[in-house]
Antibody, heavy 123, light 107 residues
Framework: QVELVQSGAEVKKPGSSVKVSCRAS????????FTWVRQAPGQGLEWMGE????????NYAPHFQGRVTIVADESTSSTFLELSSLTSEDTAVYYC????????????????WGQGTLVAVSS | DIQMTQSPSSLSASVGDRVIITCRAS??????LAWYQQKPGKVPKLLIF???TLQSGVPSRFSGSGSGTDFTLTISSLQPEDVATYYC?????????FGPGTKVDIK
């Protein structure tokens, strides 16, 4: 049974950075892709980026390019999202999700989701 | 980048009604389209992938169709537990954008 467990809620100051972790269990880590999605209060789902360890590939949404970094650590079966230069507009719940890697398209549909991590940015 | 739109943005229907939600891609994405259900305060849940394949455990009243640029999610007989926001997502190539969502509630 696939389970994704994320780190706890964070409160950050504007201009700072945040790093959210997501640990996978019940999977062979290298055989999966991992995607990060966020949801601002009362808003829809926003795709941020993906990492596909098998293909040594990382892709980011243009909106976040230069401000977001996604890495994977196979030794701990974890993926990490780091977002810098935070503003109040980055206040959101951040989700990691697992997907099947596809050599043609990258990460496929999101089968399993973490519980979400609330990041609040406030002065 | 490919943009995803959904219509309607919200709808209200009676229990037992047939509900149809439309998702459109700004360019062709073959059948690389998934649908998710998000109930209030909950984590999104995968309903359908490859445009029309029902995820294991999802009730058969949910179905999906379409290919290319136009897709639909159909709930054949709306149930109270279907109150949720529904999102489509393309996954043919990054960025794998979501549609803006369709909020469904009971009349």
């Amino acid at each position: 049974q696939v389970e994704l467990v994320q780190s706890g809620a964070e409160v950050k100051k504007p201009g700072s950075s945040v790093k959210v972790s997501c640990r996978a269990s019940g999977v062979t880590f290298q055989n999966y892709a991992f995607t990060w999605v966020r949801q601002a209060p009362g808003q829809g789902l926003e795709w941020m980026g993906e990492i596909i360890p098998m293909f040594e590939t990382t892709n980011y949404a243009p909106h976040f390019q230069g401000r977001v970094t996604i890495v994977a650590d196979e030794s701990t079966s974890s993926t990490f999202l780091e977002l810098s230069s935070l503003t109040s507009e980055d206040t959101a719940v951040y989700y990691c999700a697992s997907a099947r890697p596809n050599p043609l398209v990258g990460a496929e549909f999101l089968q399993h989701w973490g519980q979400g991590t609330l990041v609040a940015v406030s002065s | 980048d490919i943009q995803m739109t959904q219509s309607p943005s919200s709808l209200s229907a009676s229990v037992g009604d047939r509900v149809i939600i439309t998702c459109r891609a700004s360019q062709g994405i073959s059948n690389y389209l998934a649908w998710y259900q998000q109930k209030p305060g909950k984590v999104p849940k995968l309903l359908i992938f490859a445009a029309s394949t029902l995820q294991s455990g999802v009730p058969s009243r949910f179905s999906g169709s379409g290919s290319g640029t136009d897709f639909t999610l159909t709930i054949s007989s709306l149930q109270p537990e279907d109150v949720a926001t529904y999102y489509c997502q393309k996954y043919n190539s990054a960025p794998n954008t979501f549609g803006p969502g369709t909020k469904v509630d009971i009349k």
